[in-house]
Nanobody, 122 residues
C-alpha cells in the first residue's frame, strides 16, 4: 500500500507564498495522474489542481488558477502557492491515480495522503 506524505504546511500571513510537497518512500509518480485537494472545517473536500498521467494537461480550480502552480518531477509532487488569502486556509492533501486524467478522482481506488494544515492569517 502506497502512503503519500505531505509536508510544508504552516501558518503564514495573507500575501505570503508557500510550497507544499508530497512523496512516498520508493514510489514514483510516473504514469500516475497527480493532484492536490483541500478541505476546510464544515466543507467538502475541494479539488485544487491536477496533472494528467501523460503530463500534457494541467488543471486548477478557478479560485487558485492565477496563484497556485502544481508540478511534479515524478519523484515528488509540489504545490506552489502564491498570494495566499485567508480563504485558502485548509488541510491540503495530495493524491495519485494510475493512468487517469487528473480531474477524475476516486476516494476508493486512488492513493491519498493524510494532509498538511495551511493557515493564512489576515
Amino acid at each position: 500500500q502506497v502512503q503519500l506524505v505531505e509536508s510544508g504546511g504552516r501558518l503564514v500571513q495573507a500575501g505570503d507564498s508557500l510550497r507544499l510537497s508530497c512523496a512516498a518512500d520508493g514510489f514514483t509518480f510516473a504514469n500516475y495522474a497527480v493532484g492536490w485537494f483541500r478541505q476546510s472545517p464544515g466543507k467538502k473536500r475541494e479539488f485544487v489542481a491536477g496533472i494528467d498521467w501523460t503530463r500534457r494537461n494541467t488543471y486548477a480550480t478557478k479560485s487558485v488558477k492565477d496563484r497556485f502552480v502544481i508540478s511534479t518531477n515524478n519523484a515528488a509532487l509540489y504545490l506552489q502557492m502564491n498570494s495566499l488569502k485567508p480563504e485558502d486556509t485548509a488541510v491540503y492533501s495530495c493524491a495519485a491515480a494510475k493512468g487517469k486524467d487528473g480531474i477524475t478522482w476516486s476516494s476508493a481506488d486512488d492513493y491519498w495522503g493524510q494532509g498538511t494544515q495551511v493557515t493564512v492569517s489576515s
